[in-house]
């Protein structure tokens, strides 16, 4: 079946420290690809996401590229903020599971120190 | 647009209880589905619905029911609540239309059981 796996956290962080979280995907087909963020104590949003091989999606200073040679959708910010202070999900539709519903990893929580 | 809703916020119920966990959309989406999180599991799928009508079980459907007789709503119910199904549900919602797959969360029901 579908899985997802990210980094396990807490990821530390300086503010305007430079920010990776690692995600990786198994799945057949062609799936598109998510990261939602969870603030504290609040839903998931949409943060960015991609729909194909290469595609990168962006959003607050946010990016990650799809690459399906790695399997791969890293999550990456140049310089963070303490308002970035959540936990991300990367997560994955498509593949064995359908278009219907998420695949979600376990979550990496980030904190951003001043 | 009041997007994806559920209630209660908040919820203590005794071992063998029973409860409804509603979600509603306004958004006129044919997909809804049901999440649990818990710490360090990120969200499990529980059920999920591709229309009216229709529903289906996902990863851990396990003491919990649905049904979908409207495409607005998607009540998930409790039959006989368990210390197990102590955790944090979330309600979303998608539609296959326009080429996108994004996902959109309710606020989430916190329930205890003791």
């Known amino acids: 079946g579908d899985s997802v796996t990210q980094m396990e956290g807490p990821v530390t962080l300086s503010e305007e420290a430079f920010l990776t979280i690692n995600c990786t995907y198994t799945a057949t087909g062609y799936p598109s690809l998510f990261w939602y963020v969870q603030y504290p104590g609040e839903g998931l949003q949409l943060l960015l996401k991609a729909t194909k091989a290469d595609d990168k999606g962006s959003n607050k200073g946010f990016e990650a590229t799809y690459r399906k040679e790695t399997t791969s959708f890293h999550l990456e910010k140049g310089s963070v903020q303490v308002s970035d202070s959540a936990v991300y999900f990367c997560?994955?539709?498509?593949?064995?599971?359908?278009?219907?519903?998420?695949?979600f990893g376990k979550g990496t929580m980030l904190l951003v120190s001043p | 647009n009041a997007g994806v809703t559920q209630t209660p916020k908040f919820q203590v119920l005794k071992t063998g209880q029973s409860m409804t966990l509603q979600c509603a959309q306004d958004m006129n989406h044919e997909y809804m589905s049901w999440y649990r999180q818990d710490p360090g599991m990120g969200l499990r799928l529980i059920h999920y619905s591709v229309g009216a009508g229709i529903t289906d079980q996902g990863e851990v459907p396990n003491g919990y029911n649905v049904s979908r007789s409207t495409t607005e709503d998607f009540p998930l119910r409790l039959l006989s609540a368990a210390p197990s199904q102590t955790s944090v549900y979330f309600c979303a919602s998608s539609t296959p239309r326009w080429g996108t797959d994004t996902q959109y969360f309710g606020p989430g029901t916190r329930l205890t059981v003791l």
């Open positions: 997560a994955l539709s498509g593949g064995n599971s359908g278009y219907s519903t998420l695949t």
